[in-house]
């Protein structure tokens, strides 16, 4: 009997393989407000190569647009960032929403608290117009006075807490190294210290846990056979406390300095590197400080604050942060927000 050969296909169909992944979307980062902050904070994105996408919205379409073009004319020296103008709903879909949108500081002002009310309402109706859309990503505010403004909008939002952060005291604390790194003459990089509470009069500059390298500074000092002015160390944290007001009454505005600090901030969430940076975060029930948005050493992630860590604080920094919370308390309790 003869056997039946098998069959050998001419055409083979593709090799057996996984099964191929969809593409992933462009990391997206969306600005509502491209003014000054904003519109330089999109450029230093772009400068870092952060995101693949960056959105800007903003009320003034024409201004949106010079922005936009002028941003894309830079992407050819830089990284490729496709940068394009939205709306909200483009912005709800973005992992990442800066609102650095508020009214504009006056060179005689004395406190980042004198343009609550007037903020608060540009705020109010954004965080509103994001809400209709449902959005998916990290809400970070910039706007001033930063804390009272992120404590608003996680109201209005109705986000998880974790999910809406301020840029809070992460520009104090870099004002604040590198102005120890040149006393000491160190790398700022070298310098471990923070600014806590709120971004403005009442923040807290811990002295009592700056090290160099590791050591603290008392141990430094001593082994480098230098002084350790305690009233001179003062003086440094007042310099970063008002070097904001500083660079208001001397040009107009500050644009780098929080730019950068932005771009850190936005650059730990999109990588979800989990880094820990001072960021204004709603406090632990564990600290005492009641219902309040304040900077904190917060682990900053993919989905935005994965947890806050515990501070040690000298007795006198411990009633300095709590009368700095009160103060955001009490200027929270001037806007009425839905409980």
Known sequence: MRTQSAAISLFPGPAAGPTPQPARRAPTVAIVGPGVVGATTAYSL???????????????HRRVHGQVHDLLDATLYTHPTRVRSGDFADAARADVIVVTAGISPSPAHTSRLEDLRGSAAILQEVVAALACHDPQGVLVVASNPVDVLTHASWKWS??????????????????FRWRLAQRYRVAPADVQASV?????????????????????????????????????????????????LEIIRSKGATCYGISAALTRIVGAILRDERAVLTISTLAPERM?????????????????????LPVSLSQ?????LRRSADVLKHHVGLLQLPQ
């Open 196 to 244: 806590l509470g709120e971004h403005g009069d009442s923040q807290v500059a811990l002295l009592s846990g700056a090290r160099i390298a590791g050591t603290p500074l008392q141990e430094f000092c001593r082994e480098r056979m230098l002084c350790y002015d305690e009233a001179a160390l003062r003086k440094i944290a007042e310099e970063a406390r008002t070097g904001g």
């Open 46 to 60: 772009v400068l870092a190569g952060v995101a693949g996408e960056i959105i800007l919205i903003g009320r003034d």
């Open 288 to 308: 005492g400080l009641g219902q309040v948005y304040l900077s904190l050493p917060a682990i900053l992630g993919r989905e935005g604050v994965a947890g806050v």
């Open 316 to 320: 006198t920094e411990h009633e300095a």
């Open 158 to 175: 109705r986000l998880p807490p974790g999910r809406v952060i301020g840029s809070g005291t992460a520009l104090d604390t870099s004002r």
